[in-house]
């Protein structure tokens, strides 16, 4: 039984839009097109420096995931779930298994690391947050954080999930 993998999901609607956003990247090395410094290197950089605001991927723990899709597996040969039934089990635990990942780290992103979480569409494990660039940064060390992304992906994320989920509420 094959059942659907929101982390790849998510990196497919992101993949695109993070390719797109390194384009820009080498602007941000501190020099100007005459050859000059601009002071916007990593040396002038400072814990003032302006918010920024980002998305960022959390997925479940995919050991815990694997461990539930075994046992559905296993109730499912024993005929006592039928394939519709496994799969919604598996989406259910799938789904509280996400919950507990972006609750975890809203935890750990507000007290530990100074951000701030401003939304977040949980169907894709993925969160809008807001917050001084070093603490962004260190998000990337959150076990279940899959990455960082512009801030425009999210609002394509969450469209691509309105458009998916039948009945989804604004």
């Given amino acids: 039984m094959e059942f659907e993998s929101t ?14 956003s390194l384009a820009g990247c080498n602007a941000l090395q501190g020099g100007t097109s005459d050859g000059t410094e601009t002071g916007t290197g990593p040396q002038s950089q400072t814990q003032t420096a302006e918010p ?18 075994q046992e559905i597996q296993s109730e499912l040969q024993a005929g006592n ?12 635990a799938q789904e509280s298994l996400i919950e507990e990942a972006i609750s975890s780290f809203e935890e750990r992103a507000t007290s530990d690391l100074g951000l701030t979480i401003d939304d977040s569409v949980s169907e894709a ?3 809008l947050i807001t917050g001084p660039p070093a603490g962004l940064i260190d998000t990337l060390s959150v076990e279940s954080v899959t990455g960082l992304f512009p801030q425009a ?18």
């Fill in 7 to 20: 982390r790849r999901r998510f990196m497919q609607l992101a993949g695109t839009t993070a390719t797109v």
């Fill in 52 to 69: 920024a605001t980002v998305t960022v991927g959390v997925e479940p723990d995919q050991e815990q995931l694997r461990e539930r899709q």
């Fill in 81 to 92: 779930l039928t394939q519709s039934e496994a799969q919604a089990e598996y989406r259910t």
């Fill in 125 to 127: 494990g993925a969160l």
């Fill in 153 to 170: 992906t999210f609002e394509q994320i969450r469209s691509q999930v309105r458009t998916e989920t039948p009945g989804a509420a604004e």
